[in-house]
């Protein structure tokens, strides 16, 4: 798969993957991101004269632009990172993610389609269409089990809807017209270039400026943290291996609840930072009304693709939360130029609350 095309890859999970797929194969990458809030071109400006790298500001749900960037550059795959994927904006603002997850995806399903169907047969054979989804559209565990590939869905956000609509629809373009899709859903991803707007990157930066952490009701939600290098490894062995028409779930096998991965973001702060006068930054701790339907618990089974795929995470949370509070102490300028606009790190989501 030598012309890849990657939508979203100006934002957090698809810029990482641009950065790796640069690093560690031949393929030619066509770029295309809306350049929204969280799309930002400073993840990709060390590639501003990568002739592998072609970046195009545009919309999935554009038509016109995604039939031609597909005949133009003779694409051979298609990888979908983009979508709206808070779950606070989602309550203040669900028309935005129906728009994009929903009315995008099927338009990208159904330009590839048509493309698909008019090349030859062995590039028939080799081309697939790669839709990145998340764990959130299986709903909330209790304390115990896990998400396999087989849990029935049960969305409960605008966000997770939105996204399982989505999955939906790729699953009916394989189903009814044979488009080769792959779908992978994920677990709460964390690393460099995420917008501050996530907790990680959020925490970090608040307690870097002595301001409170936010805790969303007892902090007892758990997450499975999966570092972006690992899930970037994953997508890239999916697309090149994964049987079409299969669902790959990944996971970091990392089970935090939000509480702790504040207490461990800030107890390596107080090391990093020996000289900060907000240490230790425990104190700041704020517990702060609850997200509205806030899910429990998420967690991944990801035995299918360790088993299928061979795949497995290289970083535990010890060691990727290391590597993500160096990556956002070393590069302030990048933090400064993203919080420079509308999102200062306030609260979001509060439109659903009683």
Same mark, same amino acid.
């Given at each position: 798969?030598?012309?890849?095309?990657? /939508?979203?890859?100006?934002?957090?999970?698809?810029?990482?993957?641009?950065?790796?797929?640069?690093?560690?194969?031949?393929?030619? +990458?066509?770029?295309?991101?809306?350049?929204?809030?969280?799309?930002?071109? @400073?993840?990709?400006?060390?590639?501003?004269?990568?002739?592998?790298?072609?970046?195009?500001?545009?919309?999935?749900?554009?038509?016109?632009?995604?039939?031609?960037?597909?005949? =133009?550059?003779?694409? @051979?795959? $298609?990888?979908?990172?983009?979508?709206?994927?808070?779950?606070?904006?989602?309550?203040?603002?669900?028309?935005?993610?129906?728009?994009?997850?929903?009315?995008?995806?099927?338009?990208?399903?159904? !330009?590839?389609?048509?493309?698909?169907?008019?090349?030859?047969?062995?590039?028939?054979?080799?081309?697939?269409?790669?839709?990145?989804?998340?764990? &959130?559209?299986?709903?909330?565990?209790?304390?115990?089990?896990?998400?396999? =590939?087989?849990?029935?869905?049960?969305?409960?956000?605008?966000?997770?809807?939105?996204?399982?609509?989505?999955?939906?629809?790729?699953?009916?373009? *394989? *189903?009814?017209?044979?488009?080769?899709?792959?779908?992978?859903?994920?677990?709460?991803?964390?690393?460099?270039?995420?917008?501050?707007?996530?907790?990680?990157?959020? $925490?970090?930066?608040?307690?870097?400026?002595?301001?409170?952490?936010? +805790?969303?009701?007892?902090?007892?939600?758990?997450? @499975?943290?999966?570092?972006?290098?690992?899930? !970037?490894?994953?997508?890239?062995?999916?697309?090149?291996?994964?049987?079409?028409? =299969?669902?790959?779930?990944?996971?970091?096998?990392?089970?935090?609840?939000?509480? &702790?991965?504040?207490? /461990?973001? !800030?107890?390596?702060?107080?090391?990093?930072?020996?000289?900060?006068?907000?240490?230790?930054?425990?104190?700041?701790?704020?517990?702060?009304?609850?997200?509205?339907?806030?899910? #429990?618990?998420?967690?991944? @089974?990801?035995?299918?693709?360790?088993? &299928?795929?061979?795949?497995?995470?290289?970083?535990?949370?010890?060691?990727? $939360?290391? #590597?993500?509070?160096?990556?956002?102490?070393?590069?302030?300028?990048?933090?400064?130029?993203?919080?420079?606009?509308?999102?200062?790190?306030?609260?979001?989501?509060?439109?659903?609350?009683?």
């Amino acid at each position: 798969m030598q012309n890849i095309l990657v /939508t979203g890859g100006a934002g957090f999970i698809g810029s990482n993957f641009v950065h790796w797929l640069l690093a560690e194969s031949s393929a030619r +990458i066509i770029n295309l991101d809306k350049l929204t809030y969280a799309g930002n071109p @400073d993840t990709l400006a060390e590639f501003s004269q990568e002739p592998r790298h072609i970046f195009v500001e545009g919309d999935i749900g554009d038509r016109a632009l995604i039939r031609q960037l597909l005949t =133009e550059h003779s694409i @051979d795959a $298609i990888v979908n990172f983009a979508a709206e994927s808070h779950v606070d904006r989602s309550i203040d603002g669900p028309a935005a993610f129906i728009e994009t997850n929903v009315l995008g995806t099927f338009n990208l399903l159904d !330009c590839a389609r048509a493309y698909w169907a008019e090349l030859p047969s062995q590039r028939q054979d080799e081309f697939r269409f790669l839709h990145v989804s998340t764990d &959130e559209v299986y709903g909330s565990l209790g304390t115990t089990g896990k998400f396999t =590939e087989a849990t029935a869905y049960a969305p409960n956000s605008p966000y997770s809807a939105s996204k399982a609509a989505s999955d939906h629809l790729v699953r009916a373009w *394989h *189903h009814t017209y044979g488009l080769p899709v792959l779908t992978t859903n994920c677990s709460n991803n964390y690393g460099p270039y995420q917008f501050p707007e996530k907790l990680i990157p959020l $925490i970090i930066g608040k307690a870097m400026a002595g301001q409170p952490l936010p +805790i969303y009701g007892d902090g007892g939600n758990v997450r @499975d943290w999966l570092y972006v290098e690992d899930h !970037c490894r994953a997508i890239a062995l999916v697309l090149e291996a994964g049987q079409p028409g =299969e669902v790959y779930n990944i996971g970091g096998d990392s089970e935090k609840t939000n509480l &702790e991965v504040v207490d /461990t973001l !800030c107890d390596l702060l107080d090391e990093a930072l020996p000289d900060s006068p907000y240490r230790p930054h425990r104190l700041l701790k704020s517990f702060v009304p609850d997200r509205p339907g806030h899910d #429990r618990r998420y967690a991944i @089974d990801a035995s299918k693709i360790k088993a &299928e795929l061979g795949w497995s995470p290289r970083e535990d949370f010890a060691s990727g $939360i290391a #590597r993500t509070i160096g990556w956002y102490l070393s590069h302030p300028d990048w933090v400064a130029r993203v919080m420079d606009g509308s999102y200062r790190g306030q609260r979001l989501g509060l439109s659903g609350a009683e």
